[in-house]
């Protein structure tokens, strides 16, 4: 069994798609381990993609991010990491599968809808970024 750490980012949060997209993760075989409503500070978001700093992208990236609420949650299934990146589709919507979250909520590059773990080793620091042990279930 496996962890990823999964984001509705402000645009999807914006469009009251909030249940909808858990509706997704629960027929798709995930279990919901923790979940918090967030208004990530700069910093936040910032140390989030630190990863990313110095790219064309990251400051429309941060300023994105924290334009209004998001939704942070833990998803469990085997294979998440996997299994939810599939579900959200590819980063730039305009290469997402149709019936993926990115095709059906994304409205640009940056502002893609979803955010996913994408490797197990980034899972386990990201979830660790937003959860403490006992917001874990
Ligand atoms: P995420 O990390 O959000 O799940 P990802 O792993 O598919 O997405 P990354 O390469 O980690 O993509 O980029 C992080 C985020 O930065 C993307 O989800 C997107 O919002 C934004 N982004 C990445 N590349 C670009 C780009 N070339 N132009 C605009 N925005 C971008
Ligand atoms: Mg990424």
Known sequence: IERTLSILKPNAVAKNAIGAIYAR????????VAAKMLHLTREQAEGFYAEHQGKPFFDGLVGFMISGPVM????ESENAVHRHRDIMGATNPANALAGTLRADYADSFTENAVHGSDSTESAAREIAYFFSDNEIC
């Open 72 to 75: 942070v949650q833990v998803l």
């Open 25 to 32: 993760f629960e027929s798709a075989g995930f279990t919901l």
